[in-house]
């Protein structure tokens, strides 16, 4: 029953055929039922031995279409046959006649196809159960008869060959089929060697249809003994014959092989990947890994991934669009074949990775291991897409992991994501959960480098996928936006935006789901709020307004938040109006040939009516006011409006700064004011009646008072005229003015020279005589006319004219002078909070304000000017701020009475000289980009002018360093924030948000490629200036025979051209920093950067980048013997090492950037006033710079040495406040600082010595072993320097890094030592005996820690005593090894303090570092012992302990117990 099992599964065609003959058996039994059969005359008359001997048996041969019949079951034929056979007296003879009979009845093609198909049973009376339903066919139970099997076989095989070209019958039966299938799972093969021969012998001559069946049939046919054989075989088939691959591969994969030969067919199959038919590829591939094993997965599967190209399987775009206007049938049939071909390669790999745990290693690691762009296939994203939809063997923490890497690397690009998409999207369909998922992870890294990417994977599922796809994409582009997380809901933002534009009929479907984000409008910045309003004003207001159906609710919502008397929904709202009025009104071009239609009057009026409803809501308050006036005008600068809406603001505009703002100079100013009326700073130079000027002190006194009124009265105040809208105003008055004029300013440039009505500012210096509320009026006062001159520039500084620029440059200066007033004006006003100058923040902020400017007061530097921007080391070098006892401890060095001398001059200087304006940037208008423009003016030093040159400067428009400066900082935050991508961080739920981009309110709505670009253009002028500083610092240092502190020095231009200098390094060096350079499309930028710097030292010429690179470094490093501050020297040695990384081998600087560092910190840095720098910001710099300077030097170890062998021990040579007479830099109060980078560093270089290999030969051992050498004498030198250096926090370095390092030598120094014992005995001894000396004095300062019970220090004694302990232990393991157990020893050591004294007061302890002596020989261990007793006296007698016996306890314990 089981043989008739098998069978009948095998092979569905028998049984169609069984069940037609079947049937047309019952039929002739239904017409004779009752009756007993005919026998046939001929049969009985004249019987052959075969007939005979069949009948006898029970089997009754038919001829014509009957059936043979059977009466018996047919394992009882079979026995008989063979008991008639072999008692026959002609026996084995008898044979050889019952074959030829068998032959002579097959002649006949109807005979021979009975006896190929199954018999019946005979029925005796109506009775048939004794027989079993279902029988074989004659010749499969003849098969089943030892005796017989192979004459019948080969009778069979011979047979065929008439058949082979006849095709399927009438009744679709193939003949050559069933004679194959006759061979199927026979119990047992006579000769299978035989059998398999000849089969092979019948493909040769075989058509293909039948060869396909003989191949696919074979591991059904032969034993297992034959598998190897007929493989090889098929081996060499498989590479002539590509049309039975299929076949082959079917076989193949059937048959039990040896792992040799399996992995022998693999390679033959892998080298015909590339000539196999498409629709054959799923069946190669799925053999190839499914044949692979755990050893050799990564390899099979490395070069599956190289040579399995599907970007060949489709056709280019344009080939497919040329195909389909063709011939659009074949090229759709040809296209869908190639996709479900490539569906089936890919659920092969699906099932190999879901069943198989290597293979999704071995992918991961394959994809992983690629390491240019240009070698990512499609294979690899569609992979990674399996790997994270199945999740097998957590596959998708791999992939997602895989897949960053690739994109922060920039390895796997946009563009090879949107083949993916074009080409295989019916196959991506299927894998979108997983692309929606992985596009979800990328959006929320908080690494900006991903994140764009997942954005682009976001937009292709909506562009290339069906309407469910896109509504889930908006649903949770949606959520991203509602998550508050910054960069996140930034980029999702753009992604709707985008698809708004690209999309806008389909993604008005989904508008209602965009609408749901105005609930969660709370967490979101001004700016996203005005992309939101922009996404849904266009597609509820767009040019075919699809999503027509949002338009009331946006209504009601603008409304609601207008008429609302909290101050943050009123801005949301203005915002929201503002948008929606640039959405109605937008100008609609119709095209070249249709004339542009006005716009619809009902419209018009919708838009006239929006904007009154906003600025009558907005009158009450100046802050909402002034926000209007803010959103109109950049709405006017972004979007074209109609002409009709646009004449109509501009006009009111005009006519209402006029009444507002300006009064004319003939008017007496009347009135009670804080302090005298003056008009100040008129630039017009003919005095005359009919001129104009600003009315501000008025106003602002005006103002005050009507703030205490409405503060008195309860009832809603009407509109008024508030200086706070002065700015705003002209903002939007000026930008209408340029759109309706084309960038003509004449109609309001009286506005750039005329005067304002101020007061004299000889008053600033009587600031201490005035009562607090004159001095916030003076303040109020400085702060509008600052932000008027501010805005004032931005109108005009595009202007061509010599005399406009002159008056541009002139309000520069009005500014940079302005500002040190109000520095001195704020220093004598305590808690003030200045009026709002940005006004799409919060403006409710005043006690947090308050707090961090008196905070700011006491940071202030000693020199009392106004501080520059922070460096962009500063932010690298949080390490130093994070542990304030070290700053502490720089300081504890000086004396008490230079400490209180020093603050008493501090506070003098701050009263004079004023507060720091950092913390006020916020109360600032914002200055476009344009105004940067104004750098390309020249540059005006005091040093380079005499008497006679004085006119000539005033036609030249020159800029002074004072302007520089101011222009420079404003540029360097500009670059910082745009082009810097710091990551997300995710804020606290309790912890308020600090907004970082107010007072970028402009410079957010440029990409950071139109800023990149814009600092390119700028950069010949920077240069210029570049090279002005370093000209000015040479003549000084001329002049002065080489000092810079010289007495001819002015110490105030020195700092400014100081501040210059380093401000110029630090824009370079940030906008050089750009991650975008590294895009695709920005390398054409990037040359051209790098071209402006090497053509000032090479002149124009066509360079490639790595020349470029070099010619710019060249160019850079001439300024290194200029540097007038360490920190300047610093951001020149950054911008050194970020230009070098901009080519393909930045190594190849590192000697000059090295050696350049090297300079600066053997250079003696002093101030302009000749004094020694000094303070947090130069040990900050100082330290930053080593790590540069020990980061590009060859040999780490040697320079660490250097510089604790040679130069630290020079400082111990001289006095407490002299430095190192070779390194200025190095003394008592910047000792820490190089301390901790030695110290770090050493760490760091021990990690990378490459790790031991039993394999090494001789010659590499020694080179390990020798660099092993050199930094355990190096870590020994830095850990006995706190004998002489024992401040705190040098001790919290030591130990933190000690630990460190000891981890690093156990993981990577150990094993070394365990291979090369035997070889370099005496090396290994002397080098576990200096470190033996270090664990040493480590012990002691734990000892000490915990005396002091000092929690700094305490915190890290557990884990070194741990690394200490296991130190001891691994020693022995390493002596066991090398068979010298009794060479190991083991002494107390006492508690002793840093200076080596027993520390009484604590019962003495064994300690986890008690030292071990590791000799190869006995008889040295006394010597030992007496060294040891001579370097240290803390041990007590030594015990030597017997390599089997076990080490005691108590002998071992740790003493933190």
């Not at 009025?581 to 239609?597: I, L, N, R, W």
């Not at 104009?692 to 005229?721: F, G």
């Not at 061509?800 to 440059?809: D, G, L, N, R, S």
């Not at 002139?810 to 200045?834: C, H």
Request: hydrophobic share 35%; aromatic share 6%.
């Amino acid at each position: 029953m089981m043989r008739k099992k098998r069978r009948s599964s095998v092979d569905q065609v028998v049984e169609g055929a069984n069940t037609t003959t079947n049937s047309t058996t019952k039929a002739k039994k239904s017409r004779t039922t009752g009756r007993p059969p005919k026998e046939s005359v001929p049969d009985d008359t004249n019987q052959s031995v075969f007939t005979r001997f069949l009948r006898e048996a029970g089997v009754t041969v038919k001829r014509g279409a009957t059936s043979n019949e059977i009466a018996v079951d047919q394992v009882v034929f079979q026995k008989r046959i063979e008991q008639q056979l072999r008692k026959n007296p002609n026996y084995p003879g008898i044979i050889q006649e019952f074959i030829t009979g068998l032959e002579s009845h097959i002649e006949d093609p109807e005979n021979f196809r009975n006896c190929l198909l199954p018999c019946v049973p005979q029925l005796t009376d109506g009775d048939g159960s004794s027989v079993s339903s279902f029988q074989e066919s004659l010749l499969r139970m003849l098969l089943g008869i030892d005796i017989l099997q192979t004459s019948t076989i080969n009778t069979l095989l011979e047979k065929l060959p008439e058949f082979m070209l006849d095709g399927a019958g009438d009744a679709g039966i193939s003949v050559p089929r069933i004679i194959i299938n006759q061979l199927k799972w026979l119990d047992r093969v006579v000769d299978s060697k035989e059998l398999a021969s000849k089969l092979m012998e019948l493909v040769s001559v075989a058509p293909v249809d039948v060869q396909r069946d003989i191949i696919t049939s074979l591991p059904e046919i032969l034993e297992d003994s034959q598998h190897n054989d007929i493989a090889r075989e098929l081996n060499s088939l498989l590479q002539t014959n590509t049309q039975l691959t299929v076949p082959i591969l079917d076989a193949l994969s059937s048959l039990n092989l040896s792992s040799s030969l399996l992995t022998e067919v693999r390679g033959a199959v892998m080298t015909t990947l590339a000539a196999v038919q498409l629709e054959d590829l799923p069946v190669v591939v799925k053999f190839i890994l499914h044949s692979v094993s755990v050893s050799d997965a990564y390899e099979v599967v490395n070069n599956l991934r190289k040579k399995l190209e599907l970007e060949q399987c489709v056709l280019p775009p344009a080939l497919q669009m040329s195909q389909s206007r063709t011939r659009s049938d074949g090229a759709a049939a040809a296209a869908s074949t190639a996709g479900s071909s490539v569906a089936l390669i890919l659920d092969g790999i699906k099932s190999a990775v879901r069943f198989q745990k290597t293979i999704s290693e071995a992918w991961l690691k394959a994809i992983d291991s690629v390491d240019e762009s240009e070698n990512h296939k499609v294979i690899d994203l569609l992979v990674l897409f399996i790997l994270h939809s199945t999740n097998a063997n957590q596959s998708r923490r791999g992939a997602e992991r895989v897949l960053k890497s690739k994109v922060r690397t920039g390895l796997i690009q946009e563009a090879l994501l949107q083949k993916t998409f074009r080409d295989h999207s019916q196959v991506m369909r299927g894998y979108f959960p997983s692309i929606l998922a992985l596009a979800q992870c990328l959006l929320r890294s908080p690494d900006p480098c991903v994140v764009p990417f997942g954005g682009h994977m976001y937009q292709l599922s909506f562009t290339e996928f069906d309407s469910y796809c896109q509504q889930e994409v908006v649903g949770s582009l949606v959520t991203h936006v509602c998550s508050g997380v910054g960069g996140e809901v930034d980029m999702a933002l753009e992604l709707l935006c985008g698809l708004v534009t690209e999309k806008p009929s389909e993604m008005a479907l989904y508008a209602v789901f965009v609408k749901g984000i105005l609930d969660y409008m709370d967490n979101l910045t001004p700016q996203q709020i005005r992309r939101l309003f922009h996404l849904l004003s266009r597609l509820a207001f767009g040019q075919q307004q699809q999503g027509s159906h949002i338009q009331d609710d946006m209504h009601i919502v603008i409304r609601k938040q207008l008429s609302s008397t909290v101050p943050k929904y009123k801005r949301i709202g203005i915002i929201g109006a503002v948008m929606i009025v640039g959405s109605m009104g937008a100008f609609k071009p119709k095209g070249k040939e249709v004339k542009d239609q006005p716009l619809p009057q009902e419209t018009f009026r919708q838009v006239t009516a929006l904007l009154e409803l906003v600025r009558s809501s907005s009158d009450s308050s100046p802050e909402a006011a002034a926000l209007y006036y803010d959103e109109l005008a950049n709405l006017i600068l972004s979007s074209t409006l109609d002409p009709q809406v646009q004449e109509n603001i501009a006009k009111s505009v005009l006519d209402d700064f006029q009444d507002d703002f300006v009064v004319d100079l003939g008017k007496e100013i009347t009135g009670s004011f804080p302090f005298p009326a003056r008009l100040m700073y008129n630039l017009e130079e003919e005095e005359s009646q009919e001129g104009i000027a600003i009315n501000l002190l008025p106003l602002l006194a005006k103002d005050i008072q009507n703030n205490r009124e409405q503060l008195s009265q309860t009832k809603r105040a009407n509109k008024r005229v508030s200086p706070l809208c002065l700015s705003p105003f002209f903002r939007l008055l000026r930008l209408c003015e340029e759109k309706q004029h084309h960038g003509d300013l004449e109609e309001i440039d009286a506005l750039l020279g005329c005067p304002l009505v101020i007061t004299g500012l000889d008053v600033v210096e009587k600031i201490n005589s005035l009562s607090k509320s004159e001095r916030e009026f003076l303040c109020n006062l400085l702060f509008f006319t600052i932000n008027w001159f501010r805005e004032v520039i931005n109108a005009f500084c595009r202007l061509k004219e010599t005399e406009m620029k002159m008056k541009v440059m002139t309000r520069l200066q009005n500014i940079t002078y302005l500002q040190t007033l109000l520095e001195r004006a704020l220093a004598g006003t305590s808690s003030y909070v200045p009026p709002v100058a940005n006004f799409d923040g919060e403006t409710s902020d005043a006690a947090t304000f308050t707090s961090t400017a008196s905070g700011n007061k006491a940071k202030k530097d000693g020199t009392g000017k106004k501080r520059k921007a922070p460096s962009k080391s500063s932010s690298e070098n949080s390490s130093l701020l994070e542990e304030p006892t070290e700053a502490d401890e720089t300081q504890q060095e000086q004396p008490e009475k230079e400490k209180e001398k020093e603050k008493e001059k501090e506070k003098e200087k701050e009263t004079w000289q004023g507060v720091s304006l950092v913390c006020y940037r916020p109360f600032f208008r914002e200055l476009d980009m344009e105004v940067l423009s104004v750098l390309q003016c020249g540059l005006l030093s005091r040093s380079l002018l005499d008497s006679e040159l004085q006119t000539k400067v005033q036609e030249e428009v020159l800029l002074g360093p004072a302007e520089l400066v101011f222009l420079l900082e404003d540029m360097l935050r500009k670059v910082e924030f745009s082009l810097t991508s710091a990551p997300v961080k995710r804020m606290p739920f309790f912890k308020p948000r600090t907004d970082k981009s107010v007072g970028f309110s402009h410079l957010q709505q440029r990409s950071a490629k139109d800023i990149a670009v814009c600092c390119v253009e700028l950069l010949p002028a920077l240069c210029s200036h570049l090279e002005n500083c370093h000209n000015h610092f040479q003549t000084v240092l001329s002049e002065n025979n080489g000092v810079v502190d010289g007495p001819a020095t002015d110490a105030q231009e020195q700092q400014l051209m100081s501040s210059c200098y380093q401000l110029l390094l630090q824009v370079l060096n940030t906008t050089f920093s750009w991650s975008g350079f590294s895009l695709p499309g920005q390398r054409g930028l990037l040359k051209k950067a790098l071209g402006v710097l090497a053509e000032r030292l090479k002149g124009r010429s066509e360079l490639t980048l790595e020349q470029l690179v070099k010619h710019s470094f060249e160019y850079l490093l001439n300024f290194g013997s200029t540097m007038p501050s360490l920190s300047t020297a610093l951001c020149l040695s950054q911008l050194l090492s970020t230009v070098s990384e901009k080519g393909g081998n930045p190594s190849a600087y590192r000697e000059q950037t090295a050696s350049l560092a090297k300079r600066f910190l053997s250079q003696d840095w002093v101030t302009a006033s000749g004094e020694k720098e000094r303070g947090t910001k130069f040990n900050e710099a100082l330290h930053t710079l080593l790590r540069i300077y020990l980061d590009n030097v060859d040999d780490v170890l040697k320079a660490v040495e250097e510089i604790a062998g040679e130069r630290i021990p020079e400082l111990l040579n001289v006095s407490k406040n002299e430095s190192s007479p070779t390194w200025p830099t190095l003394n008592r109060q910047t000792f820490l600082v190089f301390y901790k980078v030695m110290m770090a560093d050493l760490d760091k270089a021990a990690r990378k010595i490459p790790a031991s290999k039993i394999s090494d030969n001789t010659e590499a051992q020694s080179e390990k072993l020798l660099t092993w050498n050199l930094a355990v004498r190096d870590f020994h030198v830095l850990v006995n320097l706190v004998k002489v250096f024992d401040s705190r926090p040098v001790l919290n370095v030591c130990l933190k890094y000690g630990r460190l390092f000891l981890e690093s030598f156990l993981k990577l120094g150990m094993p070394l030592l365990d291979h090369s014992f035997k070889r370099h005995k005496e090396d290994v001894q002397s080098l576990l005996k200096t470190f033996q000396l270090s664990t040493r004095q480590l012990h002691h300062m734990c000892g000490y820690s915990k005396i002091h019970q000092d929690t700094s220090l305490t915190n890290h004694v557990p884990a070194l005593k741990k690394s200490l302990e296991l130190f001891v232990y691994r020693v022995k393991a390493t002596l066991t090894l090398n068979n010298c157990q009794e060479a190991f020893w083991i002494g107390n050591l006492k508690n002793r303090n840093l200076k080596g004294e027993e520390i009484l007061s604590q019962r003495s302890q064994g300690s986890d570092d008690d030292e071990e002596e590791e000799e190869e020989e006995r008889s040295l261990l006394p010597q030992d012992k007496s060294e040891d007793q001579g370097q240290e006296s803390d041990s007590e007698e030594p015990r030597r302990i017997n390599g089997e016996g076990n080490v005691a306890e108590e002998d071992i314990t740790d003493d933190s117990d």
